[in-house]
């Protein structure tokens, strides 16, 4: 084999190990299993919510697995397609094997580098789905229409990888465009991805609005939040709580009965405290209680959830009214990402949802200058 052709899969191999070692096919696998087993009970949507939280993760637990697992057997065969183009008698035959193996080899570094973005993914709310927010800007009904553009982007972009979207809301503006949308995109890691989106972004072209046909600059803003995890049930461990028991007491201090029923707990780590004496019995009140402290408790992080969503939109790696990226379509065709200075020509491919390379252009700088998303 050609030396250089050796140390070229010899480097993809080193860059899809790093890949592994961060995506654990093995984890991927035994969650696969798991996962296949709760989807296999009878009773598994007698609970809607839990059941579509089991077959969702399933279907995206597989995936990735398929996709890392898709990588090793295209690098393990790779060699093997250089061997059988040598050994073409055909002098035709030959350089069209090789051909066909060094496209296979390109397109293969690109998929690796693909999965490598994916291993710098490593915030705190990286892995969460996205909750994806757009906002029309300065520039009139060319703002509105600019805004509903990139909100297409961004669901074509999700349709092309198989990912589910959610529109949860869509402000319709009067003449043409929309106001504000907000949609969900289901999918591992859309979070992380879509983060670096984030900020103001610019559109220059001929006003399809305007009568004389004019060059008309407009803005709109994309807000990226991470999904909040619902959590149904919060464990309380014994050694955070105080369980204290007295006689149940009625109006004006009168005894409701003779034995210590009536419980109240305190949460030490919060302060917060529950009584209940509504029960007979001290083992029913106790659960009652246990269970309006599991409520607070889950309120509570719920609140602070929403705190530190609320500053990840507003502070976060992308501060508001800065511009981040620019569509130009007059007098020119580009589309240029002014933080990472990656540029394609076909702006018209860019809002049809071909964006990866913006994404993991960004991703990358991010990585590389220390900031993050959470």
């Not at 250089?82 to 570094?109: C, I, M, P, Q, W």
């Not at 106001?179 to 999918?187: I, L, M, N, R």
Request: glycine share 6%; net charge negative.
């Amino acid at each position: 084999m050609n030396p250089e052709i050796s140390t070229d899969l010899a480097d993809l191999e080193t860059r899809l190990q790093s890949v592994e070692k961060v995506l654990h096919p093995e984890d991927l696998a035994q969650r696969v299993a798991e996962l296949e087993v709760k989807a296999a009970d009878p009773e598994l949507w007698n609970d809607q919510d839990y059941a579509q939280s089991v077959t969702s993760e399933l279907s995206q637990v597989q995936n990735q697995l398929r996709r890392v697992k898709d990588l090793r057997t295209r690098l393990e065969d790779l060699p093997i397609m250089y061997e059988l183009a040598a050994e073409e008698e055909d002098d035709e035959a030959r350089a069209d094997a090789r051909e066909l193996a060094d496209a296979e080899r390109t397109e293969l570094r690109q998929a690796i580098e693909s999965a490598e973005v994916t291993t710098l993914l490593s915030g705190e709310f990286d892995e969460r789905e996205a909750v994806v927010n757009i906002r029309s800007g300065a520039g009139g009904v060319d703002a509105a229409d600019f805004a509903e553009m990139l909100m297409r982007m961004y669901v074509r972009w999700a349709e092309k990888r198989g990912s589910k979207v959610d529109i949860y809301d869509t402000s319709y503006a009067e003449e043409a465009g929309i106001k504000s949308a907000t949609f969900v995109v289901h999918e591992p890691y859309a979070y992380g991805t879509l983060s670096v989106e984030q900020g103001t972004h610019r559109l220059v072209r001929l006003s399809p609005f305007d009568n004389a046909h004019r060059r008309q600059t407009s803005f709109a803003e994309v807000e990226v939040l991470p999904v909040v995890e619902q959590t149904d049930h919060i464990e309380i461990p014994d050694n955070e709580i105080r369980i204290d028991v007295y006689r149940s007491s009625g109006p004006g201090g009168q005894s409701v009965n003779t034995t210590d029923s009536a419980v109240r707990i305190t949460h030490i780590p919060t302060g917060i405290v529950v009584t209940c004496q509504n029960e007979k019995s001290q083992i029913q009140n106790k659960a009652a209680a246990l269970n309006v402290l599991q409520a607070r408790l889950l309120e509570k992080k719920r609140q602070e959830e929403k705190e530190v969503l609320r500053e990840l939109g507003s502070g976060g790696h992308a501060s508001w009214g800065n511009q981040m990226r620019s569509y130009v379509l007059h007098p020119y065709q580009m589309v240029k990402d002014l933080r990472t200075d990656y540029e394609v020509s076909n702006p018209q491919a860019v809002l049809d949802g071909d964006i990866d390379g913006f994404l993991e252009a960004g991703i990358r700088w991010r990585a590389n200058s220390g900031d993050s998303p959470a």
